[in-house]
């Protein structure tokens, strides 16, 4: 064996090579587009929902959609999960076209995004532990104990409700019934977030709560969420990026301060009551 | 599923909507039986919901039909000198027909319309999406295991509303005439054999069956509205009955050209 002698000036270089490489790769997956969707539409029967949604979010992101009742904001983010199907345009989330899944890859991708429903949606016959515990034993098939319990105490703690894990739905207020919501998403680690108007019907200072609550939970567990809300001050605290979408397609798109100072004038309706 | 409620379709045309989307829900059903991962803890827990539950009730009105068939027949049969056939005639029309048909109207009023409702408003508080978009299997949990408990469940509550049924017939004799518990019921279990009995349960396993399936299929694909939790339970109720009905005719003529030819 011929031994090859290589200077120390080799392997610095090599390492700065490797960092380079290492902060290339971070870039790329932050620039990585998890969710693509192009010239979407939906109807049902003979209203027109969607007519023509573009766009793009990319990993680790934050968007905010907002728009006026009834323009179909739930209905893009429930075409994301697969619980709508288009009638026509794309919807792809990691590369893969949503609309010709099988049941199967369907349940894959659903594994990694979490849905928060505007009520919660909890099962009301169940504890909060068997509602945390119910994605944990049905999709990730975790049956240690032990495993369950941390798991339920990890998110719990992160919501800050770690004394209701044996109270029944029905116990809990509003805010507590959104807070282990999320709690529920987020037990699963999903890559993708999804927030149908998550500080709706709740008092300002709740609002104000579970929007840091979805800001902290996503630099905690590093999610791309896609919020729907109307509440300018969860945009405000929890957007990267914000949407305006008014007759079924997106008419301005921004920073929330860029959008703020806009001229149009259905942005500006938005933004009217903020100083 | 999701595409026909989508849709406004009218007439003929939701008519046949529907059927498709029953025959459809009716496929996965089965196949959910057979893809593992079955629910035991909530199919248990269903059992005593829709078994342990109901009995008293289905108890309590199988007592009641047994005396006051007693007492609706043997005006007849005094007149014809037949009073010592009270016992056989009761056994075998209630072993026979009465007993399952009445036992599953009561389960179609109480046990579809729970399921109807309560499956109706999981799905208008979004339970049932919660569920399917967390990667969980709704089917499996909500639907298989209700549909089986049910479908398990009215056979054995036929069976014990036979039994309490005759125990009412008893009462009801005793009231006017005079005959011991022994001879009662040696002369109703003399009256009955398995072509009796075989067939009754047979098909008191297709009214639970049924019972089940419109319950969960009401529920299930009920629409987005509080109004829809209501409508979803009553016409679990009202297809149900339908349902039974029309399986019991069929079931007659099956029997009939079997065993009472």
Redesign the interface.
């Known amino acids: 064996m011929r031994f090859v002698f290589k200077s120390p000036a080799y392997y610095f270089i090599g390492s700065m090579e490797a960092v380079k490489e290492i902060k290339k790769e971070a870039v790329k997956a932050k620039n990585e587009v998890v969710i693509s969707i192009n010239n979407l539409k939906k109807s ?3 209203n027109e929902v969607l007519t023509d949604i573009t766009m793009d979010v990319h990993r680790g992101e934050n968007v905010v959609v907002m728009g006026r009742s009834g323009e179909g904001k739930s209905v893009t983010i429930e075409c994301i ?1 697969g ?3 288009p009638d026509g345009g794309s919807l792809k989330v990691f590369g893969d076209e949503v609309a010709k899944m099988s049941d199967k890859e369907l ?2 991708l ?2 990694k ?1 979490g ?1 928060l ?3 919660g ?4 016959s169940m504890t909060v532990r068997e509602n945390l515990e ?2 944990l034993t ?2 990730l098939k975790i049956t240690e104990q032990h495993e369950l319990d941390a798991r339920v105490k990890e998110v719990l703690e992160g919501v800050g409700l770690l004394d209701a894990v044996d109270k029944m739905p029905a116990d809990l207020s509003g805010g507590m019934r959104k807070r282990i919501g999320l709690a ?2 987020l037990i ?1 680690k999903p890559e993708i977030m999804l927030y149908d108007e998550p500080t709706t019907g709740l008092d300002p200072i709740t609002s104000r709560e579970i929007s840091e609550l979805i800001l902290d939970m996503q630099k905690k567990y590093k999610t791309t969420s896609v919020i729907i809300t109307h509440d300018m001050e969860c945009a405000r605290i929890t957007a990267d990026r914000v949407l305006i979408m008014d007759d079924g397609k997106y008419i301005a798109e921004g920073t929330f301060e860029s959008l703020h100072k806009s001229k149009n004038e259905i942005v500006k309706a938005f933004f009217k009551d903020i100083s | 599923m ?2 026909v409620q ?3 379709l009218t007439g003929w045309k939701k008519w046949l909507a529907s059927i498709g989307d029953q025959c459809i829900f009716f496929t996965r059903f089965f196949r959910n039986i057979f893809t593992g ?1 079955f629910e035991w803890s909530e199919f248990v827990r269903q059992c005593y919901e829709i078994g342990y539950r109901s009995m008293m009730l289905v108890g309590i009105t199988s007592f009641i039909m047994g005396a006051v068939l007693i007492l609706q027949l043997r005006p007849s049969f005094v007149k014809f000198g037949e009073e010592s056939m009270l016992p056989v005639s009761l056994t075998i029309s209630l072993i026979r027909e009465i007993g399952p048909v009445i036992t599953a109207l009561i389960c179609a009023g109480k046990i579809a319309s729970s399921i109807g409702a309560e499956l109706g408003s ?1 799905k208008v ?3 049932i ?9 709704p089917l499996q ?1 909500l639907v298989v295991t209700r549909i089986l408990a049910v479908t398990i469940m009215v056979p054995l509550l036929t069976v014990i509303g036979d039994v309490i049924g005759l125990f009412g017939g008893f009462l009801a004799i005793n009231f006017t005439d005079s005959i011991s518990f022994y001879l009662y019921f040696h002369k109703c279990i003399a009256a009955i054999d398995f072509s009796d009995f075989i067939p009754a349960f047979v098909k008191t396993i297709f009214f639970g069956f049924a019972i089940g399936f419109v319950g969960c299929y009401k529920g299930f694909n009920s629409n987005k509205g509080t109004a829809s939790v209501g409508i979803a339970a009553n016409s679990a109720v009202v297809t149900a009955s339908l349902w039974i009905f029309v399986i019991d005719a069929f079931c007659v003529q099956i029997t009939s050209l079997l065993f009472y030819r």
């Open positions: 049902f029967g003979k999960v619980l709508l199907t349940r894959q659903r594994m995004i849905f429903f505007q009520s949606a909890l099962f009301d119910f994605p049905r999709v529920r998403t699963i | 999701a595409a989508e849709q406004e991962g999981m508080t979004e339970q999406d919660a569920m399917e978009v967390s990667g969980a299997n949990y």
